[in-house]
């Protein structure tokens, strides 16, 4: 399969669509996202210096950020700290970064894969990753993933070109990149373990397939650094954070290797998209069969080949710990966006034809398919760019420019469980500066949160704590699923009081606010009730 050797010199004509509708796509989503829980902790660490950060990732020193600790590898952190020494805690700057890091990846995945597979079929799988709503919410994280999904797509560049094996700079290179993914991510160890798979069964000859062995030995006694790491993250796993292991959740699983829930909130969209993907991948499946048949044995080192066995030995690898490992989620979506490349690779060359079965009734199958997959991927892109507020990752920019609002004298209520998506965000800007309560589920008491402090050992106070205060400001983040998004209508916020005993104790509130969405937001403003006068006229 070597398309690219009579086409392959054209990749700037799969570059430029797929760059252009990518960097649209960023920059207006980027505008628009929040920071979160997970980005409080990730740009408090990045003002730290190497020798501090690593002794505070693995747990060995306690810094009163007042954020969540971390459960990262150090790289990303490194990476950061670049940013932030150039233009600070300018949270745009630090988006459209990891965004440039992101189509660094893409470049190099795109011009590999042009000159080796096609211009044609890099131009389908760059368009995939680009239209894909879970690839433009995850470049401009600022955590590790679009650092460990640019790592993955510079893997799989390597394997697409073939010979690792068998050229020792190559195999250095390709060694390095298993380091530097397995330090950015603890799945950078599967990934890369993965890779390695395909680029041993690539090896040519026994002395070719020994150097990769002695390779992955070295990568394996390297990767050993990482064990402080592991254990500081293990000290923060909870049980909540386990895998589901249900068909449902394996499902899920399967349909977000290429998008995520934005997807789904039109069913019809949804039909769409995953109906082109189901029978694109089918039809590559079967080419894959009809490969091996052809070639037997040196199928093996055909690129289509060696993307599906690196696929393969990471889902298998995945889904075996989801069952073993229980202190966190390995079917998460997040861990696992180093499998976008070779996916969309392998969509591709079944799109291309490269990889299905040959004919005229295959041919209309697989342009049928591709119409369908790219219909619904448009369109699925173009809604979730329309509606980018539902999926932003918490209402941290509405719930500052409340509080700011309400003046000097205010103190936050969160109201319900989804309290930490408001409380991190808050505490990083305004540390000390604002008070923040969590409201008791009869709406009687609080418990005044405080910073490094289990809520369980933070003072409760009755309601009237608050008289101290001119303004309250409670907030609801109430976290809701594509099902939940589809019956939504944002145009009726919900009706009702979210502390109705203030109200009746005379404050006057306001209207509620509300901002729907995976992390939908109500908000309510209190005054207190003036001072009742003396008789004499005085207060």
Known sequence: MTRGDTDGGRPWLALAPALLIFAVAVILFARLQNVWIDETTQLSGATLTPGPLIAWLTGDLKIPFGVPADRMPPVSYFIDMIGWRIWGDNELAFRLYHAAITAGGLVLLIVTAARRLGTRVALIAGLILALSPKLIEMAVEIRAYPIFFALSCAQAAMVVRGDVAGRTGRLVLFLLLGLLSGYTHFFGVVASSAYVVAVFLDARDVRSALRVVIGYALLLAAWTGLAPFIFGAASLSVVSQAAETGIGSLAAFFAQLLSNGAILVDPWVALLYFAGVGLLVALGAAGLLLLVARKGIGARHDPAMSLALVLAAGIVVTILSAFAMKGFNSLSPRYNVWMMPPVALLIALAA????????????????????????????????????????????????????????????????????????????????????????????????????????????????????GYRTVLAGRIDLLGYRELRTIDAAAPPVGDLMPALTLGGWQSTAPVYRPGNYAFTAQLYQRPPAPRSTDGKE
């Open 352 to 467: 291309d034809g490269s990889l299905a079965p040959a004919g005229k009734l295959w041919r209309a199958v697989r342009l049928g398919a591709l119409a369908i997959f790219a219909l619904g991927a448009v369109i699925g892109c173009g809604l979730f760019l329309k509606r980018a507020e539902w999926f932003i990752h918490g209402p941290s920019q509405s719930f500052d420019a409340m509080v700011r609002e309400a003046g000097p004298s205010v103190a936050v209520v969160h109201v319900g469980s989804g309290w930490p998506w408001g409380y991190f965000p808050l505490y990083r800007l305004h540390r000390g500066d604002v008070s923040q309560w969590l409201l008791a589920p009869d709406g009687q008491s609080l418990t005044r949160i405080l910073p490094d402090t289990k809520l369980a050992d933070s003072p409760h106070a009755p309601l009237s704590a608050l008289n």
